[in-house]
């Protein structure tokens, strides 16, 4: 049974501790949400119990309104038990992190008697939205619905469409119920096969004005409206910095897997153990060399994320935004890059699916294809605002 969170005050409730708590729960089905293609109930029991799910939910509606830097840090702890559980977790707390900023009737809608509500979606605009009384028509596809088997709503991103002769309109991000959407399961992937990420598919489905909103004020944080200091914050640059941690986390156990494996391995050609080899030293050595530098990033976000909550002067600037995402996508290339040097060496046992490694290495080598993190595209960014263009 879940306890009333809301009877406990923040410095009662350690989220990172609950976090720690839970992982051999996660790690005991996370083989059967891998086969399943879906995150297993009970992982996703486990998070909401512990109180993970309404880090990021409003205050009023019996969440905790923390701090980016709880919801970030427990992603990367649970990624230690279930990588796919702990990208459910991170996904559907990124899309609370913006039902935050919308209308109170909206919220009602979504959070009223259940703050440990999950919210599955994607936030790029995939779809359309036509204007008609009283709010929008919504149509499209939309890929990457990461843990849609287990929320009620849906948060979709939508390209406007235009009447004839008239401008233009801004793209909009709506909340939709479940119920509304087709599933269509998609999900044949080479990793993170556990979180269920199927497309979604609407044809004209009416969205209230109230359910609606514009994505650029919603973005940065500058929309009209009430909301406490942590809806202020930018939405790029949160989800890329609870995506890094997933990442961190998935890392931090594959090499230390690979070095639980390595220290006791023996060279079956040429005898000796296996640790006893320079380059499978240096590997080791570098590639957590690499965990520690994106540890340091994921922490530098921490830290730039609650000071701009604490600070609460949006729109975060653009330099600060390009920053945390610089050093989101930097983290997930270092665990990337790190992750593929030790799995080189991991010899023909590591190919088998049977092998935990194997699949850790699948799972971040998809994970670092999410377009939040392209890292190439995080480059030029940088590189742009440095020289001044």
Known sequence: MNRDIRQES??????????????????????????DRTAHPSAIAAIREAGLSRLLAPRK??????????????????????????????VCGAHTY???????????????????????????PQGSARKVDGGWLVSGRWQFGSGVD????LLLGAKCVAEDGEAPLPPIH????????????????????GTGSKDLVAQE????????????????????????????LPVVGGLSAMLAATVLGMTERGIGQFIDVTRVREDVYVGGGKAEKVGIQMRVAEAQGEVEVASMLVEKNCSLL????????????AVAQVQIHWNSSYAVELCRRATERVFAVAGAHAIYDTSELQRLHRDISTACHHAIVDFDGVKETRGRLELGL
Not at 98 to 121: H, S, T, W
Not at 150 to 153: F, I, P, R
């Open 10 to 35: 923040e410095t009662e409730f350690d989220p990172v501790a609950e976090a720690r708590s839970i992982i051999p729960a996660l790690r005991a089905v996370s083989d059967a949400g891998e086969a």
């Open 61 to 90: 509606f019996g969440g905790y309104e923390m701090s980016p830097s709880a919801h970030i840090r427990t992603c990367r702890v649970t990624a230690h038990g279930c990588p796919a559980a702990s990208w459910v977790h991170m």
């Open 98 to 124: 913006v039902a935050g900023r919308y209308p109170e009737k909206c919220q009602e809608e979504i959070f009223e008697g259940n703050p440990d509500v999950l919210i599955p979606g994607t936030l790029a």
């Open 150 to 153: 287990h929320g009620s709503w």
């Open 174 to 193: 709506v909340f939709a119920p479940k119920a509304e959407i087709e599933i269509d399961d998609t999900w044949h992937t080479l990793g993170m096969r």
């Open 205 to 232: 489905v009416f969205v209230p004005e109230y359910r609606a909103m514009p994505t650029g004020p919603v973005f940065d944080g500058s929309f009209e409206g009430d909301a406490g200091a942590l809806y202020r």
């Open 306 to 317: 609650d000071d701009a909550m604490t600070l609460n002067e949006p729109p975060m600037s």
